[in-house]
């Protein structure tokens, strides 16, 4: 969490280059990762706030993400890329996107 856009540069790097996830051209952008990472959070271990539903067997928990863009449409483009990173991060952590046949979360 040092290196939050960093990291996130990463991960799309690889999963785009290695894992050959498409649509994940062009740069990512400084501010809207210092925005939705909340350095604050980093020693929790658990949930805190309101918790999103779990995503079909994956079993994760995760706090609820509202976007604070001002047009609609980037608010709802924001939330959509964090449920699908959240369930990415979860298949990951389970060891489900590991699995052979695994298939990517649609618009991602």
């Not at 067997?57 to 959509?80: H, I, N, P, T």
Request: aromatic fraction near 8%.
């Amino acid at each position: 969490m040092s290196d939050a856009f960093g990291e996130v540069t990463r991960l799309r790097d690889e999963l785009r280059d290695v894992c050959g996830v498409e649509g994940l051209a062009g740069t990512v952008d400084r501010k809207a990762v210092d925005d939705w990472v909340d350095v604050r959070l980093v020693h929790e271990k658990g949930v805190v706030g309101k918790v999103a539903e779990e995503v079909g067997e994956r079993g994760c928990l995760w706090e609820l993400y509202e976007s604070k863009a001002e047009d609609k449409r980037q608010r709802a483009d924001d939330e959509k890329m964090y449920r699908l990173s959240m369930q990415v991060f979860c298949d990951l952590e389970t060891g489900v996107a590991l699995e052979a046949g695994y298939v990517w979360p649609k618009g991602f």
